[in-house]
């Protein structure tokens, strides 16, 4: 069975650093994974996903990469800002029917 | 504008009642799910359908039911047999590799 792990569970730094955030799955037979974001008491947003034959993804400030044969995925923010603060969940999907399964996210503080 | 609608945003309920979240998209999308979201903890599937007139269990359906008869509806009964209903409720839709999730609804009972 799938599971996906993500460490640390939160996460405090100050303004302007550089920060990864890890996602473990048990599983390499993945199909994508996906990483999303969620504020307080809100849906989620997808940020950044990454294709079983893809080894990285990059949104602006924003860099994800996968190696399915570790079964781990990070997320690295350059240069962190107030408005990072959120959860940010990853999720892998285990073929092209299957479905998402989650990690528990990082609580991530970004302090001025 | 196409996007995903959960309502109501805060519901509560008491014990032994049935209670129905509503979920609507206007994005011509095919799949639908439900997830469960406890504090500190990831997304919890409960079910999810592919077509309308079919849904799937997942992980956690005991104490839920759905329905599926417009493709853009899927609305959660969450029943009184669901001992620990306290939770955050998303509703998600999706499209190939594309998912739009709701802005969710918080259940609490009383």
């Known amino acids: 069975k799938q599971e996906v792990t993500q460490i640390p569970a939160a996460l405090s730094v100050p303004e302007g650093e550089n920060l990864v955030l890890n996602c473990s799955f048990t599983d390499s037979a993945i199909y994508n994974l996906q990483w999303f974001r969620q504020d307080p008491g809100k849906g989620l947003t997808s940020l950044l996903l990454?294709?079983?034959?893809?080894r990285e993804q990059t949104s602006g400030r924003l860099n994800a990469s996968l190696d399915k044969s570790s079964g781990r995925s990070t997320l690295y923010i350059a240069a962190s800002q107030p408005g990072d603060s959120a959860t940010y969940l990853c999720a892998v999907r285990t073929g092209r029917g299957g479905k998402l399964i989650f990690g528990q996210g990082t609580e991530l503080s970004v302090k001025p | 504008d196409g996007g995903i609608t959960q309502s109501p945003k805060y519901l509560f309920r008491k014990e032994g009642q049935n209670v129905t979240l509503s979920c609507e998209q206007n994005l011509n999308h095919d799949a639908m799910y439900w997830y469960r979201q406890d504090p500190g903890q990831g997304l919890r599937l409960i079910y999810y359908?592919?077509?309308?007139?079919?849904?799937q269990k997942g992980d956690i359906a005991e104490g839920y039911s759905v329905s599926r008869e417009k493709k853009e509806s899927f609305p959660l009964t969450v029943t009184s047999a669901q001992k620990n209903p306290t939770a955050f409720y998303l509703c998600a839709s999706q499209q190939a590799d594309g998912y739009t999730f709701g802005s969710g609804t918080r259940l609490t009972v009383v």
């Open positions: 359908s592919q077509i309308v007139n079919d849904f």
């Open positions: 990454i294709q079983s034959s893809q």
